[in-house]
């Protein structure tokens, strides 16, 4: 069976288990990326490709944008039906294509004078900003390790949590508990009150 955590790069990344938790909330690096949209919270948007809706994913990738955006009056991350690239969240669903560790994973695009790149998240958490994310969800995977829906509506908002700046929160010093940015599959369909908190403190309240 697959490990039941998130890559958030091409590349599936180790991260260790950290048994030494802290009640406050950290807002550094760990957990917190410098870099984020440089189009504001209110402008953003959210594409769902066809697959979200081929493969029954509508309504994780609904759920997600909204409760984020519930959680800050400076976050209305709106659908649209046609992609416009800049302030944008594209959803995609594949089947059994992701890394095997990977139930969805993101990446991050910022546009220049030479055409989109692709920025590493590493990148992103050291400063770097961006006018779209692209998250992709791997619907094999996912029905193959029996996750259950509030399951795989938790993988969807970890992912949109990403696209909002947000890290995980096992990196020390490390949040106990379960919330949407742990790195392991929960059945939370709503972000935590320490999600949140972390979400106010880059975006606002």
């Not at 055409?115 to 619907?139: K, L, M, Y």
């Not at 009150?193 to 880059?202: E, M, N, Q, V, Y």
């Amino acid at each position: 069976m697959r490990r039941k955590q998130f890559s958030i790069v091409i590349t599936a990344l180790l991260l260790s288990i950290v048994f030494v938790f802290y009640a406050h909330a950290d807002y550094s690096t760990a957990h917190v990326y410098k870099g984020n949209f440089k189009q504001k919270g209110t402008d953003l948007v959210y594409f769902p490709d066809s697959s979200v809706s081929a493969y029954g994913w509508t309504g994780a990738v609904d759920n997600a944008a909204s409760k984020w955006s519930q959680a800050s009056t400076q976050l209305n991350i709106r659908k649209v039906s046609s992609d416009p690239n800049f302030g944008t969240i594209a959803v995609f669903v594949v089947n059994n294509q992701l890394p095997p560790s990977a139930y969805a994973l993101i990446t991050f695009h910022e546009h220049t004078s030479l055409g989109w790149r692709t920025r590493s998240w590493t990148a992103v958490r050291d400063g770097t900003n961006f006018d779209r994310a692209r998250i992709q969800i791997d619907h094999g995977y996912c029905m193959a390790d029996g996750l259950t829906q509030n399951e795989r509506w938790m993988v969807v908002g970890h992912e949109f949590g990403h696209a909002l700046s947000l890290d995980h929160f096992c990196n020390p010093p490390a949040h106990s508990g379960s919330h949407w940015q742990t790195n392991s599959v929960n059945a939370l369909t709503s972000p935590t009150s320490t999600d949140k908190a972390h979400l106010t403190w880059k975006w606002g309240n």
